[in-house]
Nanobody, 125 residues
Framework: QVQLVESGGGLVQAGGSLRLSCAAS????????MGWFRQAPGKEREFVAA????????YYADSVKGRFTISRDNAKNTVYLQMNSLKPEDTATYYC??????????????????WGQGTQVTVSS
């Protein structure tokens, strides 16, 4: 079992920045690919970013590429999502997720077996 707890959400003006954190506990954190997803009201959960177990590879949704950066610190059992140049359309609940090993489809929510409770990000125009 892996327990995930997100933090760092909040209200920010368009163009601003936030850094989300996801603290993991339980099994060996370094064995997991970590992902961030988001879900806006009335919309499906969508992939944002993912990072492989050693941080060697990162993946991003086209909508956030160049603005968001995912990283991890295995010594701290934590994954981060640095969000810059935020837009109102980034408003959503952001979820951290863990997948053991290296899933073939890192962008699919079904590849992840563990999820956090979510943290709200609201970007005002």
């Amino acid at each position: 079992q892996v327990q995930l707890v997100e933090s760092g959400g909040g209200l920010v003006q368009a163009g601003g920045s936030l850094r989300l954190s996801c603290a993991a506990s339980g099994r060996t954190f370094s064995g997991y690919t970590m992902g961030w997803f988001r879900q806006a009201p009335g919309k499906e959960r969508e992939f944002v970013a993912a990072v492989t177990w050693n941080g060697g590879s990162t993946y991003y949704a086209d909508s956030v590429k160049g603005r968001f950066t995912i990283s991890r610190d295995n010594a701290k059992n934590t994954v981060y999502l640095q969000m810059n140049s935020l837009k109102p359309e980034d408003t959503a609940t952001y979820y951290c997720a863990a997948s053991y090993g290296s899933p073939y489809y890192t962008h699919r929510a079904t590849s992840y077996g563990y999820w956090g409770q979510g943290t709200q990000v609201t970007v005002s125009s």
